[in-house]
Antibody, heavy 120, light 108 residues
Framework: EVQLVQSGAEVKKPGESLRISCKGF????????IGWVRQKPGKSLEWMGI????????TYSPSFDGQVTITADKSTSTAYLQLNSLKASDSAIYYC?????????????WGQGTLVSVSS | SSELTQDPAVSVALGQTVRITCQGD??????AAWYQQKPGQAPVLVVY???DRPSGIPHRFSGSSSGNTASLTITGAQGEDEADYYC???????????FGGGTKLTVL
C-alpha cells in the first residue's frame, strides 16, 4: 500500500529537542519530494519546507529557516523533521506529505500526523 | 513572500452549489491545489492543476482559475463535504509553498 507513516505522539519539555520521522511505503521514495507542514490547534496549515531524498536538496520556508532541520535517508525511505529548543508554541500536529513540484504543485499523499505537546 | 487569502467561513444548502475562493498575486503565475480536512484527520487533496482530481475524489469537486483568484466549486454539496478547505500554491518567488488561511464549509 502506498502510504507515509509517521512516528508517534511526543510529549516534551521546553528546551528539549525532537526528531519526527516519516517513512514511505509502496512508491519510489527517493524520487519524490517530501514536505513538512505544521498545524497548531484550531489553526491553518503552515508549510515548513521540503526535501528531495535522492540528493537531499532542501528548501525551507522563510518562516522556519534556521528553526528546524529537514533531512532524509533514502536507504530507509525515511524523512525527518528536527525541532530544537522546543517552546510551548511548538505544540502542534506535524504532517509530512509527498509533494509534486511541477508547473502544478500539490501534495497527494499525507502522513497521519504527529502530535507534539511541549509543556513544563 | 506572498499570501493566499480565503474567506474564513462559507455555508451552502444541501444539494446546492458552492464556490470557495483563494486570492493571491502569485496565482497569476501558478495553479492552486485544494485540500479538504475533516476534524482529527490529515488533509486530503481534492483538486490540483488546471482542474484535475485524484482518483477517488467525486466529480462534484472542480477547480478553476481567473487572474489572481483560484476557485474550488462543489456542485451538489453533500453533508460529508462539511470540512475545512485549504488552497496551496507557490509564493511569488516560486521557491516556497504557502497555504491559504482555510475556509470552513458548513452544509445546511
Amino acid at each position: 500500500e502506498v502510504q507515509l507513516v509517521q512516528s508517534g505522539a511526543e510529549v516534551k519539555k521546553p528546551g528539549e529537542s525532537l526528531r519526527i520521522s516519516c517513512k514511505g511505503f509502496g512508491y519510489s521514495f527517493s524520487n519524490n519530494w517530501i514536505g513538512w507542514v505544521r498545524q497548531k490547534p484550531g489553526k491553518s496549515l503552515e508549510w515548513m519546507g521540503i526535501i528531495y531524498p535522492h540528493d537531499s536538496d532542501t528548501t525551507y520556508s522563510p518562516s522556519f529557516d534556521g528553526q528546524v532541520t529537514i533531512t532524509a535517508d533514502k536507504s530507509t525511505s525515511t524523512a525527518y523533521l528536527q525541532l530544537n529548543s522546543l517552546k510551548a508554541s511548538d505544540s502542534a500536529i506535524y504532517y509530512c506529505a509527498r509533494t509534486m513540484i511541477t508547473l502544478t504543485t500539490f501534495s497527494d499523499l499525507w502522513g497521519q500526523g504527529t502530535l507534539v505537546s511541549v509543556s513544563s | 513572500s506572498s499570501e493566499l487569502t480565503q474567506d474564513p467561513a462559507v455555508s451552502v444548502a444541501l444539494g446546492q452549489t458552492v464556490r470557495i475562493t483563494c486570492q493571491g498575486d502569485n496565482l497569476r503565475s501558478f495553479y492552486a491545489a485544494w485540500y479538504q480536512q475533516k476534524p482529527g484527520q490529515a488533509p486530503v487533496l481534492v483538486v490540483y492543476g488546471k482542474n484535475d482530481r485524484p482518483s477517488g475524489i467525486p466529480h462534484r469537486f472542480s477547480g478553476s482559475s481567473s487572474g489572481n483568484t483560484a476557485s474550488l466549486t462543489i456542485t451538489g454539496a453533500q453533508g460529508e463535504d462539511e470540512a475545512d478547505y485549504y488552497c496551496h500554491s507557490r509564493d511569488s518567488s516560486g521557491k516556497h509553498l504557502i497555504f491559504g488561511g482555510g475556509t470552513k464549509l458548513t452544509v445546511l
